[in-house]
């Protein structure tokens, strides 16, 4: 590309051309449509006559209930056949998807929730369930050894070690 740009009239200029021109294949189009559209009426569409009598009205209506269950039933068939080329779209994905390979799972971020806030969001905000861990446990009552103590003697012994005499007292029962 050269090193100079257009300038901005230019620019406005062709800018200008390219819509004119676009609107010419616009109308174009809608002129093409149209005639389309008047063929195909004068195709499939006959001119319509209003019956005089009784009987040619009610020959008109027989005529036209036909025509409209024979479309009904296209409609129907066709309804059906899009249904089951989706389903067979579907299975078709679900295959490649099996034939590519194993699924990637994604990295999930660590969240720190409580207990109870786990249960409501699995459960919703209808059930407030409280989840008391302690309470769901067995009960077991320790058993209090009952040891017999001579509380009596246990005095009586420390009395009896207490001071310089106990001391004596104890070197002698050891060596009698």
């Known amino acids: 590309m050269s090193d100079k740009k257009m300038s901005s009239s230019r620019r406005q200029h062709l800018k200008s051309l390219m819509l004119q021109i676009a609107q010419g294949f616009i109308e174009a189009e809608a002129i093409q449509a149209e005639e389309d559209k008047n063929i195909y009426m004068d195709e499939n569409v006959p001119s319509f006559s209003v019956p005089e009598s009784m009987q040619e009205l009610q020959d008109l209506c027989k005529k036209l209930h036909q ?40 990295v999930l971020k660590k969240v720190r929730m409580s207990a109870d806030a786990m249960l409501q969001a699995l459960l919703g905000s209808k059930h407030k369930v409280s989840m008391d861990l302690r309470s769901n446990l067995k009960q077991v009552k320790k058993e209090v050894k009952e040891e017999v103590k001579d509380a009596a003697d ?16 104890m070197f002698e029962s050891d060596t009698v």
Request: hydrophobic share 25%.
């Open 67 to 106: 025509q409209i269950d024979a479309v009904d039933e296209q409609r129907y068939d066709t309804q059906s056949k899009v249904a089951k080329s989706d389903k067979e779209i579907e299975d078709l994905k679900i295959k490649l998807q099996d034939l590519k390979g194993k699924f990637r799972k994604p």
């Open 154 to 169: 246990w005095r009586k012994n420390i009395e009896d070690k207490a001071g310089m005499d106990g001391r004596k007292k």
